[in-house]
């Protein structure tokens, strides 16, 4: 199953991972968390890796509306998008495919929401496209 939203950018991570923010923001995604997880592996464990943050983007009305349905669906909202460096120096950005919050469940009442939901994480990666 493949379970992501995801783009390769033709710029460096550093000029990426603004430009995420932002397009997830002109969609309603306000980013809450941010994890940088290369620097906790570095301090955690000593290991290193590229350049790659955990983004947590909220979109409190799709939010409020799946919670409503099922209080247990938080764990599965499509709240994380990851951006991450490539060894070409491009970048990549990861979205959750919201249909994951449906088909896990199996909740037909959260399809409205995830489909709003995928129709906005689409509309934030096309901008970064563009």
């Known amino acids: 199953m493949d379970y992501s939203r995801t783009i390769t950018l033709d710029l460096p991570y550093a000029d990426a991972v603004p430009r995420v923010k932002e397009a997830l923001a002109q969609q309603g995604f306000g980013v809450l968390t941010e994890i940088d997880v290369r ?14 943050v955990i983004l947590g983007a909220c979109n409190p009305q799709l939010a409020h509306r799946a919670l409503g349905v099922d209080r247990e669906i938080g764990v599965l909202l499509p ?3 990851v951006v991450r460096a490539a060894p070409d120096g491009r970048t990549v950005v990861q979205a959750l495919d919201p249909a994951v919050m449906v088909t896990v469940p199996e909740l037909p009442a959260l399809e409205p929401v995830a489909e709003e939901a995928d ?3 689409r509309a934030a990666l096309a901008a970064l496209t563009s």
């Open 39 to 52: 620097a906790t592996m570095r301090e955690k464990l000593g290991e290193e890796m590229e350049e790659y």
């Open 79 to 81: 709240c994380n998008v």
């Open 119 to 121: 129709t906005r994480i």
